[in-house]
């Protein structure tokens, strides 16, 4: 008997565990309403920097350039507008794990542009790579696109694209697709 009770237990623990959350939809729609005009920001910035890393990486002489700075500051502005990381997770978003875990990979997500711009800025003055700014800008819009594609539930049957894995290579090393034939 004792035997019966701790497999039931154990099969409807797992059963509990292996279930995914539902998010309702009256959270969704309460979190959607307090979050929605803060993730416009948050994908402008996401969107800026990855222009500003695509225009540092044609040419890194653009960093000097006024209209340069002016989208740096757009995009810093962007992200004060999404919130600062402490005010975010203090705010009263509704009682659910799998939401919980959404607003904190946003959180997440703009701290890595934070981090992406730093770098960037840092770099653009250095003339160093951007490859610390990019994975981190790569990363951030991962996070972001999954977390839009549930809290707007959207099912279009796209996946989102992965995110970049860089080939590390050692100083003086080439790409295999810059070596030339003699």
Known sequence: MLKMKIV???????FLFSCEEKISKNDLEEYKSMMDIRLGHLG?????????????????ERADED????A???????????????ELRNLKIPNSR???????????ASELLISAGNALEDNAW??????????????????????????????DGKEIKPEMEYEEYEVGDKPEKFQFKK
């Open 126 to 155: 250095l003339g160093g790579s951007v490859s610390f700014a990019e994975r981190n800008l790569d990363t951030a819009r991962v996070a972001f696109q999954k977390a839009v594609k549930v809290v707007y539930a959207i099912e």
């Open 67 to 70: 209209h340069f700075k002016e």
């Open 44 to 60: 402008n910035a996401i969107i800026m920097q990855g222009r500003l890393l695509d225009s540092f990486n044609l040419s890194n």
């Open 98 to 108: 799998k939401l919980r875990e959404i607003h904190n990979s946003l959180i997440e």
């Open 72 to 86: 740096e500051e757009l995009v810093k502005s962007n992200l004060e507008s999404f919130g600062r990381s402490d």
């Open 8 to 14: 039931f237990g154990l099969l409807f623990s797992f």
